[in-house]
């Protein structure tokens, strides 16, 4: 894809130094999958966003720049104190918060943010058929939630085809199309769907930025190159979030989950078991049927 098409596409990205986002990338494009997400959201100044699975903190910079949103810069592998002196280096101290949680055991207050992203790792920890009854309670009533990353045109089939047989390992299976996302999330009746498609072109530009980050690559670029399209590619899904649904929060994977709901703090300062606490787990545990 030529300069002059890049830039018609993603116009805030070309504005970054192209070596900065090559140092700060570990999926994707950080930025051109972030732009493309962000073309339907409604991010506004002093929002506060949660930039889940963040990476190397590229998508947070790019959001607290682009929108002036406050970021929670939230990752697993990659440790809170880079990200950190990342986030420091390009000035953002006052604006990005950097957090090294996993999405499983987020350690947030419930409707805390008014949007929530996840770009290119949602397929990482998100697609368990009860993930969303816990990353919901996250983003208040009314707020977005938007992922981005690589995806499928259509599920993929089995066999797997041939051209793609090499490349296709085991966690690739976390992988969904576009239209397999919107229903995963539009059963639950907890969201209301605004958004759900694939990249145009998106092979081009993953072989695209495979080719400057990874040149030695060959599989990936070979496999993506053959595929032209059929199967792999980008998606995208926006959802806000619909008010007053009740949610399963004895099914949420946190392993504290509730623990400490009823908690009462004595007079000497010690924890006292709550009746929930002391009726043997009750409160952790699915209703009766
Ligand atoms: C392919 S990288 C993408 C990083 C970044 N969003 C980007 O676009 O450059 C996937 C990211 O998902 C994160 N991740 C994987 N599993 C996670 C989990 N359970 N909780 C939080 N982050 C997770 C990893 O730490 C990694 O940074």
């Known amino acids: 894809?030529?300069?002059?098409?890049?830039?018609?596409?993603?116009?805030?990205?070309?504005?970054?130094?192209?070596?900065?986002?090559?140092?700060?990338?570990?999926?994707?494009?950080?930025?051109?999958?972030?732009?493309?997400?962000?073309?339907?959201?409604?991010?506004?100044?002093?929002?506060?966003?949660?930039?889940?699975?963040?990476?190397?903190?590229?998508?947070?910079?790019?959001?607290?720049?682009?929108?002036?949103?406050?970021?929670?810069?939230?990752?697993?592998?990659?440790?809170?104190?880079?990200?950190?002196?990342?986030?420091?280096?390009?000035?953002?101290?006052?604006?990005?918060?950097?957090?090294?949680?996993d999405a499983r055991s987020l350690p947030f207050a419930a409707e805390f943010f008014d949007a929530i992203l996840a770009i290119d790792c949602f397929y990482y920890y998100g697609t368990d058929d009860l993930y969303l009854n816990y990353l919901v309670q996250f983003?208040?009533?009314?707020?977005?939630?938007?992922?981005?990353?690589?995806?499928?045109?259509?599920?993929?089939?089995?066999?797997?085809?041939?051209?793609?047989?090499?490349f296709w390992s085991q966690d690739l299976w976390s992988l969904h199309s576009a239209s397999w996302l919107r229903r995963h999330w539009e059963r639950t009746g907890l969201v209301d769907i605004e958004s759900a498609d694939t990249m145009?072109?998106?092979?081009?530009?993953?072989?695209?930025?495979?080719?400057?980050?990874?040149?030695?690559?060959?599989?990936?670029?070979?496999?993506?190159?053959g595929d032209a399209g059929r199967n792999i590619t980008y998606t995208r899904l926006v959802a806000r979030r619909l008010p007053n649904m009740t949610l399963a929060d004895y099914a949420w994977p946190d392993t504290l989950k509730a623990v400490l709901k009823d908690f009462q703090p004595s007079q000497d300062g010690q924890h006292q078991p709550t009746k929930s606490e002391s009726a043997e787990g009750a409160a952790n545990s699915p209703p009766s049927t």
């Open 200 to 225: 145009e072109d998106g092979w081009r530009l993953w072989i695209d930025w495979q080719r400057r980050k990874a040149p030695n690559n060959t599989p990936e670029i070979t496999a993506i190159e």
């Open 139 to 166: 983003v208040k009533p009314g707020g977005q939630l938007g992922i981005g990353g690589a995806g499928l045109v259509q599920e993929m089939p089995t066999p797997v085809p041939e051209h793609l047989r090499e």
């Open 1 to 101: 894809m030529d300069a002059n098409e890049l830039q018609a596409r993603f116009p805030r990205t070309s504005q970054y130094d192209p070596e900065w986002i090559l140092e700060m990338g570990m999926g994707s494009h950080p930025l051109w999958m972030t732009e493309w997400l962000c073309q339907k959201m409604d991010l506004r100044p002093g929002m506060r966003v949660l930039d889940l699975g963040c990476g190397f903190a590229a998508s947070s910079v790019f959001l607290a720049k682009e929108f002036g949103v406050q970021v929670w810069a939230t990752d697993l592998w990659v440790p809170a104190t880079d990200n950190w002196k990342r986030i420091q280096r390009v000035n953002l101290a006052d604006q990005i918060i950097p957090i090294h949680a």
